[in-house]
T-cell receptor, first 111, second 114 residues
C-alpha cells in the first residue's frame, strides 16, 4: 500500500481565499483523523471520522473550517475564508485499530 | 483539563548511551499510551503502544514503561545511534464518548551525537 496520501504538499494562499486539503486513507482503515501541527501548540486533533461519519469535531477551530468524508477512500478539509493564523502543517491519519498512520502533511501558508 | 508534559528542551546524548524520555500526564487516566517518532518534514510514525495493565513493553532497542500511579511513561532507547535523532511524541488515549481519543504531547527532540 502507498500509505496515506495527502495533496497538495504545499499550499500558499492569500488571506480570504478558500483552501481545500485532500486525503486518501490506507485501504481497509475505518478511522480517519485530521490534525494541525504548529511549533507553539504541537499536534492538535481537528476532527475524527469512523466509517465515514464524523464522531468528534470538537477540535475544529471555528465555522471557517469544515471537513467531509464522502466515501471510505477520500476526505477533505476546507478552510473558508483562510487567515494568516491558519498557517500550519495539516496531517491526515488513518487507522484500523489504535495505532495511527500519518500522511506526509500539507504545509499551508496564508499571507 | 487534561495536560501532557514532555521534556520541552532537546535531549543530547552520546552515541551508544541510553536515551530516556519522559512523559507526564495529569487530570486523566489513559487506558493506553503510545509513542511516535517524527522526523523533520514528515508525519509521525507509530513505535509502541502500552496498556494500563502493562508495566513495561519492549521492541528491539526500545523500552516503554507505564506507571499509572505516578501518571508517567518513560521511553528508553538503548545503544543509541545517530539515526535515532528525531522528535518523539507521547500520546495517551482516553475513553471519550465511546471511542479512544488520543492527545499528543509537544514532543522531545533527541539528538544522538556520534
Amino acid at each position: 500500500d502507498a500509505g496515506v496520501i495527502q495533496s497538495p504538499r504545499h499550499e500558499v494562499t492569500e488571506m480570504g481565499q478558500e483552501v481545500t486539503l485532500r486525503c486518501k486513507p490506507i485501504s481497509g482503515h475505518n478511522s480517519l483523523f485530521w490534525y494541525r501541527q504548529t511549533m507553539m501548540r504541537g499536534l492538535e486533533l481537528l476532527i475524527y471520522f469512523n466509517n465515514n461519519v464524523p464522531i468528534d469535531d470538537s477540535g475544529m477551530p471555528e465555522d471557517r473550517f469544515s471537513a467531509k468524508m464522502p466515501n471510505a477512500s477520500f476526505s477533505t478539509l476546507k478552510i473558508q475564508p483562510s487567515e494568516p493564523r491558519d498557517s500550519a502543517v495539516y496531517f491526515c491519519a488513518s487507522s484500523f485499530r489504535i495505532e495511527q498512520y500519518f500522511g506526509p502533511g500539507t504545509r499551508l501558508t496564508v499571507t | 483539563s487534561q495536560k501532557i508534559e514532555q521534556n520541552s528542551e532537546a535531549l543530547n546524548i552520546q552515541e551508544g548511551k541510553t536515551a530516556t524520555l519522559t512523559c507526564n500526564y495529569t487530570n486523566y487516566s489513559p487506558a493506553y499510551l503510545q509513542w511516535y517518532r517524527q522526523d523533520p518534514g514528515r508525519g509521525p510514525v507509530f513505535l509502541l503502544l502500552i496498556r494500563e495493565n502493562e508495566k513495561e513493553k519492549r521492541k528491539e532497542r526500545l523500552k516503554v514503561t507505564f506507571d499509572t500511579t505516578l501518571k508517567q511513561s518513560l521511553f528508553h532507547i538503548t545503544a543509541s545511534q545517530p539515526a535515532d535523532s528525531a522528535t518523539y511524541l507521547c500520546a495517551p488515549l482516553r475513553n471519550s464518548g465511546g471511542y479512544q481519543k488520543v492527545t499528543f504531547g509537544i514532543g522531545t527532540k533527541l539528538q544522538v551525537i556520534p
